[in-house]
């Protein structure tokens, strides 16, 4: 399994980006995908999952109400959609697969890592 995460970059308060995923290498549908986060100096945080299907999400107290994870599964990609972005959202942004449908917020579980894509939020 392959994961590549892009769409990070520099953006000021209250702005939005959008973070991709693009997997490759086996058949998904029976996996969990998600995404973290480690900021300087911290240990790296849940932030959101869904399930290959689409039918069960779940969100980090950090995203909810602002993140929304989505998947196109013809397109093989995972999507983050960032809105009201904060200066504390800094940080490098990581998508990871777990190999059962069971959605779980702790990166012991997940096999498969992407390499991170940095968001900066300027105050």
């Known amino acids: 399994v392959q994961l590549q995460a892009s769409g990070g970059g520099l953006v000021q308060a209250g702005g939005s980006l959008r973070l991709s995923c693009a997997a490759s290498?086996?058949?998904?549908?029976?996996?969990?995908m998600g995404w973290f986060r480690q900021a300087p100096g911290k240990e790296r945080e849940f932030v959101a999952a869904?399930?290959?299907?689409?039918?069960?999400?779940y969100y980090g107290d950090s995203a909810k109400g602002r993140f929304t994870i989505s998947i196109d599964g013809a397109k093989n990609t995972l999507y983050l959609q960032m809105n009201s972005l904060r200066p504390e959202d800094t940080a490098i942004y990581y998508c990871?697969?777990?190999?059962?449908?069971?959605?779980?917020?702790?990166?012991?579980?997940?096999?498969?890592w992407g390499q991170g894509t940095l968001v900066t939020v300027s105050s």
């Open positions: 290498g086996r058949t998904f549908s029976s996996y969990t």
């Open positions: 869904i399930t290959w299907s689409g039918d069960s999400t």
């Open positions: 990871a697969t777990r190999t059962n449908r069971l959605i779980s917020v702790h990166t012991i579980h997940y096999a498969y």
